[in-house]
């Protein structure tokens, strides 16, 4: 078992569930202390025993915060850095996919919701955790954006305009903080099967929702869904000294669809 995250802080938000759940198992095994993240206590509880299963001896600290609440995320990285002294990594990664719908029907409301859940949350953890690491001069960032950030998706105006948004903290933050051993990227996962895309298939046909995904994987390369764990070595790798040198770029981990046309 590698221990890259020996000594390591980690701190993960949407933490829960899905991608965030799956990288801090990942991260637990190879030796994280861990803060986790998330509006749902009682997903963080479930979060808390699985990482305990496979490393049970892991320093694990929950809080449950909004992240789109600016107060309850400068609060998140003061518990954090209280506790452990530090952050070595950031998985800066809650996020929501709204209610799919054309622009004109989108609704400003829905809108709003998603663009300070997925873009002001990322930037307010930014502001706060960029500020720790620039004193202790060191750590790394993975912002969660989506093939959602890279590409058009159609019936998704908050969350295509809060994941292009995430793409682009991303790359201005990148060069800002690179000239202090700070390294910032962001993923672009397709679609990996977690309680997300399950909702979202079930918005599609609530009663036929398997049969509307395997329709939907069809044009992929892959045929396939992702895995969460997939998605959690690569965040692991990209929050791991491994990566120090991947800077202000997105990654995308969805199968090959994104270049496909
Ligand atoms: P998920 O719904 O399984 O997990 C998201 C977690 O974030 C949940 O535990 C939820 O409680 C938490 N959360 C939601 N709003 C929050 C808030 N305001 N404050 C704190 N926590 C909050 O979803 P997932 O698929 O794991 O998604 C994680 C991230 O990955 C999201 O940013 C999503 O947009 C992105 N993403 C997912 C996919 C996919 O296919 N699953 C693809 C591209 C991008």
Known sequence: MSNRFDGKVILITGAGS??????ALQMAKEGAKLSLVDLNSASLEETKSKVLEVSPNADVLLITANVADEKAVENYVKETVEKFEKIDGFFNNA???GKQNLTEDFGNDEFDKVVSINLNGVFYGMKYVLKVMREQGFGSIVNTASVGGIRGVGNQSGYAASKHG???LTRNSGIEYGQYGISIKAIAPGAIMTPMVEGSLKQIDPDNWEEVGKQFVEPNPMKRFGKPEEVGYL???????????INATVIPIDGGQSYKY
């Not at 965040?235 to 040198?245: E, G, I, P, Y």
Request: zero cysteines; glycine letters at 18%; charged letters at 10%.
């Open 235 to 245: 965040v692991a790798f990209l929050l791991s000294d491994q990566a120090n040198f």
């Open 166 to 168: 995430v793409v682009g």
């Open 18 to 23: 899905g991608l965030g759940q799956a990288s």
């Open 95 to 97: 996020g929501i996919e």
